[in-house]
């Protein structure tokens, strides 16, 4: 059975002339009967009673008239839906993003912007810490995850793009011995304790943390927090002094204090990532769509 010979079927079954259905297919009479009767055999039972007079649809005929009738609409709804999908503008989203970052100004407007483009696609956003971004990226959960550059070692072989450049930061709160220091400077934050969280959750935030501790010339002990929480927790406690971003960032109570990095010290970006095994057509077009948005 061809598609060819669906087609020669219905056509006979709406005209039940074969002669006019050979015009209609620019081909020979005999033909058409050729593919009728190799439609019989496949199928087991007679599709037309015929004789010189008239051709008239079996009983089976017409339910297979039917059937495929029905058969064709349904291939060109799922073709037209197969397209739409294809070009994005019909489909699902997953995005996960940092849990500390501010998405109200940095991400959801764009979330915002894209939907309204694309009404079609439905967008399920969720908040979790960076191991979390980097597993369900992995598995597939998240289709796109922002994260922060220094995590695209352990991203594998996922794609990744930079979305925005981040100011960076020391922070501490008003519990910390060096909150009241007059004209306090990245240079006074030596000898004393930083958190940061885990290798678990971020392997290489403690190396870059150590890098810059070596281009402004000072040395701290670091200690880790299972997450970003734990971590704001102790510096809210004074017990330790952390990085932390300004832009794109969830702003601090009055009661935390902090000290600018020089930008030539640190270069911080937040980024998009992507599996290349992940062929949800939305991808490409929330990245273009968000690289629109991001370049100017």
Request: charged residues 25%; negative net charge; contains cysteine.
């Amino acid at each position: 059975m061809t598609s060819e010979q669906i087609q020669i079927f219905i056509a006979v079954c709406r005209h039940l002339n074969f002669t006019k259905v050979a015009e209609e297919f620019h081909t020979t009479q005999p033909t058409i009967s050729r593919q009728i009767n190799s439609l019989e055999e496949e199928w087991g039972f007679y599709l037309f009673a015929r004789n010189k007079k008239e051709v008239r649809l079996t009983p089976e005929g017409s339910l297979m008239y039917v059937r495929c009738m029905e058969m064709e609409r349904r291939l060109k709804d799922s073709l037209q839906e197969a397209k739409a999908l294809s070009m994005g503008t019909k489909g699902h989203l997953h995005l996960g993003f940092l849990a500390d970052f501010d998405e109200d100004n940095i991400i959801i407007p764009y979330v915002e912007s894209f939907a309204k483009r694309y009404p079609n696609v439905r967008i399920n956003v969720q908040k979790r810490s960076f191991a979390d971004l980097r597993r369900k990226l992995s598995t597939g959960e998240f289709d796109i995850i922002f994260t922060l550059d220094f995590e695209k070692s352990g991203l594998g072989n996922a794609l990744t793009d930079v979305c925005e450049k981040l100011d960076s930061i020391f922070l501490i709160s008003d519990k910390h011995p060096l909150y009241n220091k007059e004209n306090l400077s990245v240079q006074d934050f030596n000898n004393i304790t930083f958190i940061i969280t885990s290798s678990q959750d971020s392997p290489d935030r403690e190396y870059e943390l150590k890098e810059i501790f070596k281009k402004l010339g000072i040395d701290n002990t670091i200690v880790p927090a299972p997450n970003l929480d734990s971590a704001l927790l102790e510096v809210r406690l004074g017990r330790a002094a952390t990085i932390h971003g300004t832009n794109g960032y969830r702003s601090k109570p009055d009661k935390f204090r902090c000290i600018p990095i020089p930008k030539e010290i640190v270069d911080l970006h937040m980024i998009t990532a992507y599996s290349r095994e992940n062929l949800n057509p939305t991808i490409p077009l929330f990245l273009e769509f968000l690289h629109t948005k991001t370049s100017h």
